[in-house]
């Protein structure tokens, strides 16, 4: 006797926790950390946070649909230069940051005591202002495109001959990444914000740290997809 087939609601449901729980990859994390450990504060990071969901989700929505409406399927080989994307943007992200932080403790300004002009080291705090609009999002897009093809291989294919299902399953399972993305950026926020109240050399060791990581990663993930 052949079983009952499952629910599309649990489905969907299950959509939504993958999403919950893709949000966690190790490189979705160390990336959005680099511009989180920016703005120390719970509500920007968390902007962060679901910026970088937002390019994911485009990504996905737009690959998915070269499957849902072309019934195409992927090519190994797109798989695996993804992933070589993915580790090259982790390190460009893990040695901008670093030179960023390098830059922000050796910039100067020039001022003026009793007339005498002299100028000496000056450490910035993290501002908005070093941030590229756009950069979450495109760093977000980018690990869309990686994601895409193990998602589709997790989606019934009884959802995806219904292709308005389908997309309400991508949907959910893009919100469950915004939201898990957005709550870990508010909480890392929170981290960055106590750690450089108490000072900016320890803002500096855990920024560091963080970076190297994350460029160590990227370097990782490189050598695992050559």
Known sequence: ?????????????????????????????AAVTHFISL?????????????????????????????????LRFD????????????????????????????ESRHRHRHGHRGT??????????????VHRFAPTLVGMVHGASGTPELFVLIPLTLIATPWLAYLYIGLFSLGCAVAMSAYGYVAGRFYRRASERGQRLYRLLVTLTSLSGLGLGLVWIAKNL
């Not at 649990?10 to 729980?21: D, F, P, Q």
């Not at 920007?44 to 998915?64: I, K, M, P, Q």
Request: glycine letters at 10%; proline letters at 9%.
């Open 1 to 29: 006797m052949t079983p009952p087939a499952a629910p599309p609601w649990l489905w969907l449901l299950t959509g939504l926790v993958l999403g919950l729980r893709h949000a966690f990859d190790r490189d979705h994390v």
């Open 39 to 71: 703005e120390p504060d719970p509500l920007r990071s968390a902007w962060f946070g679901f910026r970088w969901a937002l390019g994911h989700a485009v990504t996905v929505v737009g690959l998915g649909s070269v499957v849902l409406l072309l019934r």
């Open 76 to 103: 190994p080989a797109f798989t695996r230069y993804a992933e070589l994307a993915v580790g090259g943007t982790l390190v460009a992200l893990g040695i901008w940051r670093l030179a960023l932080l390098w830059r």
């Open 117 to 130: 002009e002299h100028s000496h080291p000056h450490s910035h705090q993290p501002g908005r202002e070093h």
